[in-house]
């Protein structure tokens, strides 16, 4: 049982790579990770394709066994949730700076990942696909700048934050509803700073 176990070679996707760093993001709160050694596991997280390479990631840390947590049993895998059409647009602000302004295509789903880098993104005179879009995050030690339109509603309700990560909302309510919806989920650490504004 030491060694390696059953399922070690199954593939792992975004949902398993964003739990992992959500449970490096607990553990470098929590004190167990310094700063260096968190940045290096977290960039391990992404090159991840099995659940063996994630194990790794968390290796000796108290909170490894939450990682793949359902029950095992043998017979082909049936996924529950519907799988999306299109993968998430892949942003990358490692040591680096993403920016998005002007008239561009707002995608369903946006993934940003990365440390040490800037996120800029304007969405004042961006085209969304339909009512709502989600930016996850998996970032650490990055600044994010959001700016939104008139109608445009902000929710960061299921974004966890730690290591004196915070988000400043200077956007208040929209001045019109009906407009859409900017759903912020995944993990910011490591004295993330998130600013909203409103145009």
Do not use: C
Request: charged content about 25%; proline content about 9%; overall charge negative.
């Amino acid at each position: 049982m030491v060694d390696r176990l059953p399922d070690d070679d199954l593939r792992v996707g975004n949902p398993e790579r964003e739990r992992t760093v959500t449970l490096l993001n607990d553990a470098f709160s929590a004190g167990y990770l310094e700063i260096a050694e968190f940045e290096e596991r977290s960039g391990l997280v992404y090159a991840a394709k099995t659940r063996a390479d994630l194990r790794a990631v968390l290796e000796n840390l108290p909170n490894a066994g939450r990682l793949f947590n359902e029950p095992t049993h043998a017979g082909p895998a049936t996924p529950g949730v519907a799988v999306p059409t299109t993968p998430p647009l892949h942003l990358e602000a490692e040591w680096d700076t993403v920016r998005r302004k002007g008239t561009w295509d707002v995608p369903p789903s946006t993934l940003v990942t990365g440390s040490m880098g800037t996120v800029d993104l304007d969405f004042t005179h961006a085209s969304f696909p339909g009512p709502s879009t989600t930016l996850q995050f998996q970032v650490s030690i990055t600044t994010v700048k959001l700016r939104i339109g008139p109608d445009h509603e902000i929710r960061y309700g299921d974004l966890q934050l730690s290591g004196w990560s915070k988000v400043k909302d200077k956007a208040g309510a929209p001045t019109r509803p009906g407009g859409p919806v900017i759903e912020l989920t995944g993990s910011a650490s490591g004295m993330t700073g998130i600013v909203i504004k409103r145009s």
